[in-house]
């Protein structure tokens, strides 16, 4: 006689294969809709893309900062230092690599040049304290500038300002080195009368074709101004605008001291802020 089998939990009967399927197999999760998470994660990524960027302009570009702020040393006065200035144009530097945008027909390197000068230029501006006394001295010199220029047609050299002036050569150039800081800041067009020539380089409005031919014309001006400079003071404005040698640097090139690189910078200053004063006057 055949033996029954016996059955157990773990039997099943061939026609009950669809119940042991049922019973051991999980039913399929509903599905998920994850798309909201996966939008988040390309934002995420996208944030990320954009400070690793940021944070190798800043790295690329902090060199700058040292070389701006070393063409300007020489105007510092206490409690100003010059760590003051790297912390300032760092500061303009970061603010840059936030602000960039790409989209602009302008190279990073042109716009966080301007950022980091306006920064450095701003924070020597916010510490520079004249006394009422230079700043009339300083006013008087101009209006003497630009009447001894209309008369003779060309701007006067520095012994005859100095005697339209009433003083020596050496008081006149004490007092344009004094005041230094203000024919910088004069001459870069950051004080508060008016634009950087370099920002209109950068700015929404350097599209507008009046614009442009006002800058141009600037320029135009200001390079006819520094040619006549005496031969001296003219190779100085180069060495250190165009070159930009530092003044010890330029002196070692014209064979003299590096205080008489000083003062005829800041008489040419002087007189270059004169004659951009004249024309942005005129127009």
């Known amino acids: ?33 994850n798309s909201h998470l996966q939008g ?12 690793d960027r940021e944070d190798k ?10 070389k701006i702020v070393n063409k300007v040393v020489s105007y510092l006065h206490p409690p100003l230092s010059k760590d003051d200035l790297v912390s300032a144009g760092t500061i303009g530097l ?6 960039f945008d790409t989209s602009r027909n302008v190279e990073f390197k042109t716009y966080a040049y301007i950022r980091v000068k306006g920064a450095v230029i701003d924070e020597l501006r916010g510490w520079s304290f004249a006394p009422s006394s230079l700043k009339k001295q300083f006013d008087r010199a101009q209006e003497v500038l630009a009447e001894l220029t209309e008369k003779n047609g060309v701007a006067p050299d520095d012994d005859q300002l100095a005697k339209a002036l009433d003083m020596t050569t050496t008081k006149m150039y004490k007092m344009f080195e ?12 950051l004080n508060d009368e008016s634009p950087a020539l370099g920002a209109s380089l950068v700015s929404p409005n350097a599209e507008m074709p009046d614009d442009r031919m006002v800058f141009e014309e600037m320029k135009i001006q200001l390079a006819k101004a520094i040619s006549e400079l005496n031969e001296k003071q003219r190779k100085i404005v180069i060495l250190y605008y165009t070159k930009e040698l530092t003044m ?22 002087f007189k270059l802020s004169g004659k951009l004063k004249l024309y942005r006057d005129s127009i």
């Open 94 to 99: 970061v603010k840059a690599a936030r602000d």
């Open 57 to 66: 302009m800043i790295l690329d570009f902090l060199p700058m900062v040292y």
């Open 1 to 33: 006689m055949p033996v029954k089998a016996k059955k157990t939990d773990a039997y099943r009967a061939p026609d009950s294969t669809a119940a042991f399927a049922a019973e051991f197999i999980a039913p399929a999760e509903p599905a998920i809709d």
């Open 178 to 189: 004094n005041a230094r800081a203000r024919h910088f800041l004069s001459i870069h067009g």
């Open 248 to 269: 010890k640097e330029i002196a070692a090139v014209l064979e003299i001291t590096e205080s008489r690189v000083s003062q005829l910078h800041a008489s040419s200053m």
């Open 40 to 51: 988040a994660a390309i934002k995420a990524y996208g944030r990320q893309t954009r400070k």
